[in-house]
């Protein structure tokens, strides 16, 4: 069973960090280009971050430059999303998606169930 796991989500007060993690099961992660999106409450699902199959090209949201930094660890089947100075407005629930392109794409194949963030002091 082709499986996304997500997890590292948690409560963190503004200016804290976290890291999510990414795991897949069922299927290998090389082939595949990797994007992180985020959903707040009562607004729409947008796109974070993403990172191409070999791991050399990424890209963010204008809203989380410089501040939030995605990686692979092929070996490990991993995709991380590191959340530095995290702001209120970063609060929502972040799903990790994985293509069969090796590039980032505007359509993706397996998600998975979400991992909650909440950054509140």
């Known amino acids: 069973q082709l499986q996304l796991v997500e997890s590292g989500g948690g409560l963190v007060q503004p200016g804290g960090s976290l890291r999510l993690s990414c795991a897949a099961s069922?299927?290998?992660?090389?082939?595949?280009?990797i994007g992180w999106f985020r959903q707040a409450p009562g607004k729409e699902r947008e796109g974070v971050s993403c990172?191409?199959?070999?791991?050399?090209?990424?890209h963010y949201a204008d809203s989380v430059k410089g501040r939030f930094t995605i990686s692979r660890d092929n070996a490990k089947n991993t995709v991380y999303l590191q959340m530095n100075s995290l702001k209120r407005e970063d609060t929502g629930v972040y799903y990790c998606?994985?293509?069969?392109?090796?590039?980032?794409?505007?359509?993706?194949?397996?998600w998975g169930q979400g991992t909650q963030v909440t950054v509140s002091s």
């Open positions: 990172i191409s199959s070999s791991g050399g090209n990424t």
């Open positions: 069922g299927f290998t992660l090389d082939y595949y280009a």
């Open positions: 998606a994985a293509t069969a392109e090796a590039m980032c794409a505007n359509s993706y194949d397996y």
